[in-house]
């Protein structure tokens, strides 16, 4: 086929795919992204191939991205009625099929009506459960790649450019450094060689946004980083991806090669004067990876270690070239804002945060899952609405959101809407978008500890602060919920936390303690139980049993 | 108006940081004019008096009969000087923190060839898991680092404090030197 | 390509100075007798930006910015020692002091070394934190040579020396955090190195007693890096 892709052609592909729905319009998807595959759907998916063959129902079976509500995993869902099944099992295939015609099993059916659903704005997740992540004419048929046409034969680069900056969209990483001003500077920075790296390596505990999208809807960040590398000059993108995540590994492989096969990555992409290759990057396992910097030493193929900025990747990135460099949910959202425009995109959100914000939905909380909603909505209306709030027999405590880098927000801030400054201003950050709800079980002292092992075990050992200060705090951490602390170790933790988060190179270990400070200013009665009176109100710490034991 | 007392106390450690106190020579005369000695391994008294206004410590907590005696001495003192590195900082006998107790004893005391391979009895102190320094177990006032510090510094530590001054130790004396 | 130098004036701890523009912070302090204190940085080779000893205050700004790394800019105002920064730099030393074994009194480096030094400059006379007492090996494998980890702050000029002076590398880090490890070759006992030329610049460069000459053991023989700018003078064509 000659790869010179224009609109026309596009709306071509897109139409023969809607064609061949409609000639078959009935249809099962079976989730197979990451949440429900682990509960074997990929099984159900060819017992209900098995089925469909054996009554020779007219009826398509296809894998589809992450449908989101995970807890009730594995999901089904029927077209063209739009009919949501939940804990599917193998054994269920045979009455699935048999009641394709008629309403399918009560036990089995899980409401689109519940505001799991209706409460959220979709635009990173639009087509996540709803395309087969494997086929890119699904994609297109999806409007996909229409941005990218678009782009290369409508708008310079410079308008491209100025079309992200006035959507307003921040950097969904964690930072929120405003996306366009980043595009803007690389853009302008005087160099022949530019580099695009999508940041994949996501690595927070609770934390699988990023995970879901690439499994979900792989093109919609090819082409988000093809427009990228347009708008700033650049010719190669890397994805950096770590290895932990083998499927979104596996359908991004297939995304490149069928977008090399349609023309939308390779030379003179859409007749443009534009070639643009992405190329796969498969991180060791490093959470500091996800730092920049050392994410690119780890491409370069060096020790993954952070280095002293500025320089900025902008300026001088990858193998000392301008460098841009995104997260996964930043290009995401790239291709809708170019298709429907910078001022639909920046009416959502609040003053300073604009779009929506996909979250990893987790701990003691109903509906386990990923959810996309508008940027201040209110931390209430996510946990107890759209996530329908603490399972019975259990009072809420408090969220921690930004992973190992944010903070533990109680139940007094549950009104704030969620955005970059509110959550900041609690002593939290909005990180990537990991949402851990926590309950009366869980101890906050405990809670900090495991943050701080993490960011212990995590820390690449090059500057003294965060290798040796986290392993301080730890040791620290330890006595307290071993009950062998003295209030001495709370004034040596509080001195630690101020010197690691002023002194260390990188942002792993200047946001190292914000569990720990986060905790201490909303829970600080917690750590004067354990170190004073050796007790655990929650029960669950070593302090406790110890003194049950003298007692 | 009676003398300020004094005690010295030898826990783990060579007794090197004693030997740098006689090193004072004869300032040690002069200086003892100042205070009355109330306790130290130098002198013969078996009991560490009730109150007394200067106590240095040399050597590390390792056993639980240092331990004991630390925190006695801790309490019955105004103003606790650890003395040497061993008591700021475990120095050579927390090189062994690193092995585990029992390992440690087998080490010494087995399969070297010994005639009669045998692990101290029971009546003698247990060595506590780890070696610590004075001021992980109790309240250290004034630390003079060193290995061992100087008679010099020891002498200046000794007037300052006699003179009501905390001395500048940091001046004085230094790790391992 | 790179442009000429501009001269840029600053003041560090409220004198003027002038620097071009691309001297670092640390490079117009030490060229002024303004003493900003180090422990990864050594003339001669690139820097790391690691040890965080030389974090100094910029007037406004409330981060605190590594002078070996900070190229000095117009109307700049550094200051370089005051009580937040002095409170900082002895607990990296403390932090040193707890994270491995250093036994100064036992240690070849015994009064000659980087960290002890500090240590001394900055009145720390006692370590708050908890030692960690690890059990690190000792290699003394190689003939002239010792590496004793215990002794090892991981500043890795012996890495870069090796590596950027000498065209060997055979010294490298193994895993991260606390257990970072300095190795040889691919972890190797270092008398068994193949790249390894015996050349001791490691052991010239090492700020402690990690990496020692065995001949010198007890000795009295200070250290002396300072080949290496010699080396890099000659190299520029100034020697």
Not at chain 1, 366 to 393: H, K, S
Request: charged content about 25%; overall charge negative.
């Amino acid at each position: 086929m000659e790869k010179l892709m224009t609109l026309e052609e596009l709306e071509q592909i897109a139409n023969e795919r809607r064609a061949a729905k409609e000639k078959s319009p009935r249809a099962l998807n079976v989730c197979v992204a990451a949440g429900c595959l682990s509960l074997h759907s990929d099984a159900i998916k060819s017992a209900l191939e098995k089925e469909v063959q054996r009554t020779g129902a007219n009826c398509r079976v296809a894998g589809t991205g992450c449908l989101g509500l995970c807890s009730q995993g594995p999901l089904v869902s029927g077209e063209p009625d739009g009919c949501l099944l939940k804990n599917v099992a193998e054994s269920d295939a045979a009455e699935i099929v048999a009641r394709l015609d008629s309403a399918m099993p009560e036990r089995l059916l899980c409401s689109r009506e519940q505001p799991f659903f209706q409460r959220q704005t979709v635009i990173v997740l639009e087509n996540s459960g709803r395309i087969d992540p494997e086929k890119i004419d699904e994609y297109i048929a999806a409007d996909g790649y229409q941005a990218l046409v678009h782009a290369l034969t409508e708008m310079t680069p410079a308008q491209i450019v100025q079309e992200v900056s006035r959507s307003g969209l921040r950097g969904r990483g964690g930072a929120g450094y405003p996306t366009g001003l980043k595009w803007g500077t690389v853009a302008k920075t005087i160099g022949t060689t530019k580099y695009v790296i999508c940041n994949a390596d996501e690595g927070d505990p609770g934390a699988f946004m990023d995970r879901s999208v690439l499994e979900s809807d792989p093109h919609r960040v090819l082409e988000g980083m093809i427009i990228a590398g347009y708008a700033v000059g650049a010719s190669q993108g890397y994805i950096y991806v770590r290895a932990e995540y083998p499927l979104a590994i596996k359908r991004l492989q297939t995304a490149i090669r069928e977008a090399r096969r349609l023309g939308f990555l390779g030379s003179q992409i859409c007749s443009a004067k534009f070639s643009f290759d992405v190329e796969i990057r498969i991180g060791g396992g490093a959470f500091v990876c996800g730092e920049e910097t050392a994410l690119i030493a780890s491409i370069e193929g060096r020790r993954g270690t952070p280095r002293p900025r500025p320089p900025f990747p902008s300026q001088s990135g990858l193998w000392e070239l301008p460098t841009l460099i995104n997260n996964v949910e930043s290009f995401a959202n790239v291709p809708t804002i170019l298709r429907r425009g910078s001022e639909w995109y920046a009416s959502l959100g609040t003053k300073k945060s604009k779009g929506t914000k996909v979250f990893a939905l987790c701990g003691k909380v109903r509906n386990v899952g990923l959810i996309e909603v508008p940027m201040g909505t209110p931390l209430r209306q996510i946990i107890f609405e759209i996530g329908g709030g603490v399972p019975e027999g259990h009072r809420f405590k408090a969220v921690q959101t930004g992973g190992p880098s944010g903070g533990c927000i109680p139940e007094q801030f549950l009104d704030l809407p969620v955005d970059y400054e509110s959550l900041k201003e609690v002593g939290s950050i909005m990180g990537s978008g990991g949402m851990i709800v926590m309950d009366d079980s869980a101890c906050m002292v405990n809670v900090a500890r495991y943050f701080m092992e993490f960011c212990m075990s995590e820390s690449c050992g090059k500057c003294i602060p965060c290798r040796a200060g986290t392993a301080q705090m730890f040791e620290l951490l330890t006595r307290m919920t071993s009950g062998t602390a003295t209030p001495h170790d709370l004034e040596l933790l509080e001195d630690l936390c101020d010197m690691v988060s002023n002194t260390s190179l990188c942002g792993l270990g200047q946001s190292a303690p914000n569990p720990v400070l986060s905790t201490l200013r909303y829970f600080r009665e917690e750590y004067t139980e354990h170190i004073v009176d050796k007790h655990c109100r929650a029960g669950v710490c070593e302090c406790s049993k110890l003194a049950e034991v003298s007692a | 108006m009676s003398k300020p007392t004094l005690a010295t106390v030898w826990l783990d450690g060579c007794s090197g940081c004693h030997m740098s106190i006689l090193d004072m020579d004869e300032r040690l005369v002069e200086l003892s004019e100042q205070f009355d000695l109330v306790y130290s391994p130098l002198v013969d008294c078996k009991e560490f008096p009730e109150q007394v206004d200067i106590t240095l410590i040399e050597g590390s907590v390792s056993s639980d009969e240092d331990d004991r005696k630390i925190r006695a001495v801790r309490a019955r003192t105004r103003i606790l000087v650890s003395l040497g590195d061993c008591a700021v900082t475990g120095n050579v006998p927390a090189m062994r923190n690193s092995i585990p107790v029992p390992e440690l004893l087998d080490w010494v005391y087995k399969g070297n060839g010994l005639l009669q391979e045998q692990v101290p009895a029971d009546r003698l102190p247990s060595l506590l898991p780890r070696v610590r320094p004075i001021h992980e177990v109790v309240n250290v006032d004034v630390f003079v680092p060193g290995c061992p510090p100087s008679a010099d510094t020891i002498f200046t530590v000794i007037s300052e404090l006699l003179a009501g001054r905390v001395p500048d130790v940091a001046a004085l004396s230094r790790f391992g030197v | 390509m790179n442009p000429v130098p501009a001269v840029k004036t600053l003041v560090i701890d409220g004198t003027d100075v002038s620097a071009s523009s691309d001297q670092t912070i640390l490079d117009a302090a030490q060229e002024n007798g303004i003493s900003i204190p180090t422990l990864c940085h050594l003339d001669g080779l690139t820097e790391v930006g690691a040890c965080r000893m030389c974090l100094v205050e910029l007037k406004g700004s409330t981060k605190l910015q590594p002078a070996c790394v900070t190229l000095v800019e117009e109307g700049m105002e550094v200051t370089t020692q005051t009580p937040r920064l002095q409170k900082y730099r002895r607990m990296v030393l403390e932090l040193l002091f707890a994270e491995r074994n250093h036994v100064c009194s036992v240690c070849v480096a015994n009064n000659m070394c980087g960290l002890q030094d500090q240590a001394k400059s900055h009145g720390v006379t006692h370590v708050r934190f908890p030692y960690r007492s690890p059990a690190l090996p000792v290699d003394v494998s190689h003939e002239r040579f010792a590496l004793d980890h215990n002794r090892c702050i991981l500043c890795t000029r012996c890495v870069r020396v090796c590596n950027e002076i000498e065209g060997a590398h055979t010294w490298d880090l193994l895993g991260r955090g606390v257990n970072s490890l300095l190795i040889s070759d691919l972890h190797e006992p270092w008398g068994e190195s193949d790249t390894c030329t015996s050349c001791g610049k490691c052991v010239q460069v090492c700020p402690t007693g990690a990496l020692f000459d065995k001949s010198k053991v007890g000795g009295k023989e200070r250290k002396n890096p300072d080949f290496l700018s010699y080396l890099n003078d000659m190299r520029e064509g100034l020697r």
